[in-house]
């Protein structure tokens, strides 16, 4: 079993400054957990605890069923692919890929057998006798992730392994990635600012911000249902737009009101906020979930409007529309491509269903 568990673990860099402040994580044997959170959250401090290039200030780390504060980082059976990956120039991809098992001293015909079983695997064979210099960016990035193959780890360790490749190269890398974890079954760790990597990937995503998770589940879950804004914000592409308001009634129905916009709430919702008419909200609402129609065409059971279309970009099949109003509300929304002008008005339609109340302030919880 190589479950990897972290228990309050906490970081205080010399000078003061607190990264991470009391996480607990409970991955489990096999799974592939995604730490995901904007520059500075703290989730490269959390993964070089648990390889143990950073030291620990609180907390205890278990790999297995040991507890490794202070096991030095080449006897934790973990294997670390960093950003760089950091191969040994003088050396060709062989001997990068063997040195971790040469040092360990294995016999040389199990370093053969491996290395050519993890070159196979990553489709590396030919390159086997070049120097790093020689490779391309997407080359390199094998031969790092087949250095950490040969070892056999219980965890792999990942910190931000796609970020030096091209965007088509991460994302057929990511799905190579994903394979390779279906065939290996090893619990790994993996470290991205990148939304989109995260929710491809993950098992389970775990989002952070300011030291602290947010939240730790599937990436429908934390997508469908964000325990706070600033999930729902940092998830998502475009982003959530919100509006701030507040909670009324209307005709018995409770809604929210602000912005210049009024819409009822669906009804689990209004059963949620009845008890808070009249208190400040933030309505989130997902890009993707609204509609757009011609001002002229709309009737007056329409729920907003009008909106002013600023800019399209169109996408292919989809087009992203930054709409604007005159109150100064500023919307996206993720619509099928069609004819529509730059400068016209329209109105808007969203999917109630799929609409967050938050409470005010940057970590909101979802109502
Ligand atoms: P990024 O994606 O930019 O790498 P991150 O979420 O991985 O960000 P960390 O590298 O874990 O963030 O850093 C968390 C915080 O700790 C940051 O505010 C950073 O400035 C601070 N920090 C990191 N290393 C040190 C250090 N050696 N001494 C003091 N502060 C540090």
Same mark, same amino acid.
Do not use: W
């Given at each position: 079993m190589a479950e990897v568990v972290l228990t309050q673990i906490e970081k205080v860099y010399p000078g003061g400054f607190k990264a991470v402040k009391g996480i607990d994580l409970h991955i489990n044997d096999a799974e592939f957990i995604v730490l995901v959170g904007p520059s500075g959250c703290g989730k490269s401090t959390t993964l070089r605890m648990v390889a143990g290039l950073e030291e620990i200030t609180g907390g205890t780390i278990a790999i297995g069923d040991r507890?490794?504060?202070?096991?030095?980082?080449?006897?934790?059976?973990?294997?670390?692919?960093?950003?760089?990956?950091?191969?040994?120039?003088?050396?060709?991809?062989?001997?990068?890929?063997?040195?971790?098992?040469?040092?360990?001293?294995?016999?040389?015909?199990?370093?053969?057998?491996?290395?050519?079983?993890?070159a196979r695997i990553l489709g590396i064979e030919h390159l086997l006798e070049r120097k790093p210099k020689a490779l391309s960016g997407g080359q390199r990035q094998r031969v790092a992730v087949g250095r950490a193959i040969v070892r056999d780890p219980a965890c792999f360790l990942f910190d931000e392994p796609l970020s030096?490749?091209?965007?088509?190269?991460?994302?057929? &890398?990511?799905?190579?990635?994903?394979?390779?974890?279906?065939?290996?079954?090893? &619990? @790994?760790?993996?470290?991205?600012?990148?939304?989109?990597?995260?929710?491809?990937?993950?098992?389970?995503?775990?989002?952070?911000s300011e030291g602290l998770i947010q939240q730790c589940d599937t990436p429908l879950e934390v997508y469908n249902h964000p325990v706070n804004r600033f999930v729902a914000g940092f998830l998502g592409t475009p982003p959530m737009n919100f509006l701030s308001g507040k909670l009324v009634?209307?005709?018995?129905?409770?809604?929210?009101?602000?912005?210049?916009?009024?819409?009822?709430?669906?009804?689990?919702?209004?059963?949620?906020?009845?008890?808070?008419?009249?208190?400040?909200? @933030?309505?989130?609402?997902?890009?993707?979930?609204?509609?757009?129609?011609?001002?002229?065409?709309?009737?007056?059971?329409?729920? @907003?409007?009008?909106?002013?279309?600023?800019?399209?970009?169109?996408?292919?099949? &989809?087009?992203?529309?930054?709409?604007? @109003?005159?109150?100064?509300?500023?919307?996206?929304?993720?619509?099928?491509?069609?004819?529509?002008d730059e400068g016209t008005d329209v109105k808007c339609y969203f999917n109630l269903q799929k609409a967050h109340v938050f409470e005010p302030g940057d970590y909101g919880l979802n109502l």
């Open positions: 507890v490794v504060n202070d096991v030095p980082p080449k006897d934790r059976d973990i294997a670390m692919v960093f950003q760089n990956y950091a191969l040994y120039p003088h050396m060709s991809v062989y001997k990068n890929m063997a040195f971790g098992l040469k040092l360990r001293k294995f016999p040389k015909a199990e370093i053969d057998r491996r290395v050519q079983e993890a030096n490749l091209d965007a088509k190269l991460r994302v057929e &890398t990511r799905a190579e990635l994903k394979r390779l974890h279906k065939r290996l079954n090893t &619990t @790994t760790i993996y470290v991205t600012h990148d939304q989109e990597e995260a929710m491809t990937l993950g098992d389970r995503v775990v989002v952070m009634e209307e005709n018995g129905q409770v809604c929210f009101e602000g912005e210049g916009q009024k819409f009822p709430l669906n009804p689990d919702q209004a059963d949620r906020c009845r008890a808070r008419l009249g208190s400040e909200v @933030t309505l989130g609402l997902r890009p993707e979930g609204m509609f757009l129609k011609p001002h002229e065409s709309a009737s007056n059971e329409d729920q @907003t409007g009008p909106f002013k279309v600023d800019v399209i970009e169109p996408l292919g099949n &989809t087009m992203d529309v930054y709409l604007s @109003t005159s109150t100064g509300a500023r919307l996206t929304a993720r619509v099928a491509a069609e004819e529509l």
